[in-house]
Nanobody, 122 residues
Framework: VQLQASGGGLVQAGGSLRLSCAAS????????MGWFRQAPGKEREFVAA????????YYADSVKGRFTISRDNAKNTVYLQMNSLKPEDTAVYYC????????????????WGQGTQVTVSS
């Protein structure tokens, strides 16, 4: 499956952004989807995951209550709504697809998008 992430940009602290990840190729609804991020000089970290149907979600503690992951299988798209953004959320955000549901380990993901930059100014 091919993944294309979009929606990143520059936003002030406290603002919001919505990332999108469009999938093509294999049947999208068969994959658990996740978002990861990588800040400069840091390792890539898990942000959020959603199950095949979208009925279950899982978040990193650092974003819980501020970010919401969702998916629209009819549009082959997964979203990450990010509210109350903080400067420490600045990173390149990647979407990924996994045969597993709600995986937080990046090695459980087989397909990756190219990343979209999110910059939060203070």
């Amino acid at each position: 499956v091919q993944l294309q992430a979009s929606g990143g940009g520059l936003v002030q602290a406290g603002g919001s952004l919505r990332l999108s990840c469009a999938a093509s190729g294999r049947t999208f609804s068969r994959f658990g989807m996740g978002w990861f991020r990588q800040a400069p000089g840091k390792e890539r970290e898990f942000v959020a995951a959603v199950s095949w149907s979208g009925g279950s979600t899982y978040y990193a503690d650092s974003v819980k209550g501020r970010f919401t992951i969702s998916r629209d299988n009819a549009k082959n798209t997964v979203y990450l709504q990010m509210n109350s953004l903080k400067p420490e959320d600045t990173a390149v955000y990647y979407c990924a697809a996994s045969a597993s549901a709600l995986a937080s380990n990046e090695y459980r993901y087989d397909y990756w998008g190219q990343g979209t930059q999110v910059t939060v100014s203070s």
